[in-house]
């Protein structure tokens, strides 16, 4: 990716990460949206959270498969230090092991942060607390008995950090698939979250633009065009040796 790509794409998940701050801060469409997924009596959504089928699917599943991936990576990672068939993988694999450390560590810290609860905390949704955006204060006089831990999605963030395999692959059909697995599993959770009252629309948008932003900086720091070498022919590296 050219320089001025990346910088492109950063200026671009920046101002898109201030324009969803700025309209979920100044709105009501997190709770419209969420409304839809209310059944109209206390703690009860769409998607019941204790569900067992629904749960090992999209929560605990999905999790185990992201761990067991991660281990693989890192395990490949390692073995490349020893065998040369994996050298040529190695800064695609430490791309997407940093991506799937860093975004979902990140988020976690916001989380820890920012003390916004989720939406089935609520007094709106039979819970007891009061609903706070997220850079408005509590009302005067109300002593929280704990912080709020639902700003962003934390449980996406997994998914999102596949988002990494858009810069590993070189061809645009390639990219595109990676791109599309990291947005397609990155919603799955996060809408899951939000159908059983865990999260707003807004938690889950924060935190897919906040992995972009991550993913781009762990991508300028590796180095441009992880793996570009071992995806080209001798005669396209020879090509682009007269060219320069």
């Known amino acids: 990716m050219k320089r001025t790509t990346w910088t492109s794409q950063l200026l671009l998940a920046s101002v898109l990460l201030a324009a969803v701050l700025i309209l979920f801060e100044n709105t009501n469409i997190d ?17 019941d959270d204790k569900n067992p089928v629904g749960r090992l699917f999209f929560y605990t599943g999905i999790k185990v498969l992201l761990v067991v991936l991660g281990v693989a990576l890192v395990i490949g990672l390692i073995a490349s230090f020893r065998w040369p068939a994996l050298r040529a993988c190695r800064k695609r694999l430490l791309m997407v092991v940093l991506s799937m450390a860093l ?12 003390n916004v609860y989720w939406p089935d905390q609520l007094t709106r949704y039979g ?17 929280q008995p704990h912080r709020g831990y639902g700003f962003p999605a934390g449980h996406a963030s997994g998914g999102f950090s596949l988002l990494a395999l858009y810069f590993v692959f070189r061809s645009k059909r390639a990219k595109f698939f990676g791109l599309l697995a990291g947005l397609a599993l990155g919603w799955t959770m996060g809408l899951y979250q939000m159908a059983k009252g865990v999260h ?9 633009l906040g992995a972009w932003l991550i993913i781009l900086i762990i991508y300028r720091a590796i180095g441009d065009d992880p793996g570009a070498a071992a995806d080209q022919s001798p005669v396209d590296q020879a090509r682009g040796g007269l060219n320069r």
Do not use: C
Request: aromatic residues 16%; hydrophobic residues 45%; charged residues 15%.
């Open 31 to 47: 709770l419209q949206l969420q409304d839809w997924f209310f059944l109209g009596r206390p703690h009860e959504w769409m998607v």
């Open 103 to 114: 975004v979902p560590l990140v988020i976690a810290g916001l989380k820890n942060t920012t």
């Open 127 to 143: 819970g007891n607390k009061p609903y706070v955006k997220v850079f408005e204060s509590y009302p005067a006089g109300y002593k």
């Open 200 to 208: 707003f629309l807004s938690h889950t948008l924060v935190t897919m």
